[in-house]
């Protein structure tokens, strides 16, 4: 299994397989990073302009998904942050309040990082969202992102109390209940 910097697990044999698309692609299947990061690259951005800025990972040469190049890996530029506001673990879906700094009900939890443990090479960032509860777990080797499960009785508390105080700040008092002015 996969490890954090720290030692502590992430909760997957392979980071890829939570992969969908890196951040960086088009919906025409065109690579981004090498138009507006290319001058970091120089050489990577120049192989992709000849081929018309064709991400090798999301596409092959006819616009084929299915007849890709090259695996999502072997991109020296992929990342894929998440950014689905629910827990991948249990599926809780983050509730924030206007005007309220309480802690989130969802981390964003690195399934690979943009550095190695040692920092000796640069690696592919990988993040999906967890709620608190299933980030401990994973964190503490108790459970997998890939696991059946439901929130926790806890979270699901904390969910309902935030509905709960968004419904009550939504609510209609007149000037004259507020003040009592009748």
Not at 95 to 106: C, F, Q, V
Not at 116 to 144: P, Q
């Amino acid at each position: 299994m996969e490890k954090a910097p720290g030692g502590t697990s992430v909760g997957v044999s392979d980071p890829y397989d939570h992969v969908d698309r890196c951040d960086f692609v088009t919906d025409e299947g065109k690579c981004r990073w090498a138009r507006e990061h290319g001058h970091h690259d120089p050489d990577f951005a120049n192989e992709r302009s000849a081929e018309a800025f064709r991400c090798p990972a999301a596409v092959g040469p006819d616009g084929d998904p299915d007849e890709a190049d090259w695996e999502w890996a072997d991109c020296p530029h992929f990342r894929r942050r998440n950014r689905d506001r629910e827990c991948r673990r249990c599926g809780l879906e983050e509730r924030r309040n206007a005007h309220d700094d309480s802690r989130p009900l969802l981390e964003e939890h690195h399934l690979s990082y943009s550095e190695s443990a040692d920092g000796a090479e640069l690696t592919h960032e990988i993040t999906v969202f967890l709620c608190r509860w299933c980030h401990a777990k994973v964190h503490n080797s108790w459970a997998r992102i890939d696991d059946d499960a439901g929130p926790d009785p806890e979270a699901v508390a904390a969910k309902e109390g935030r509905k709960s105080q968004e419904r009550s700040e939504l609510g209609f008092t007149s000037a004259a209940d507020r003040y009592d002015d009748a």
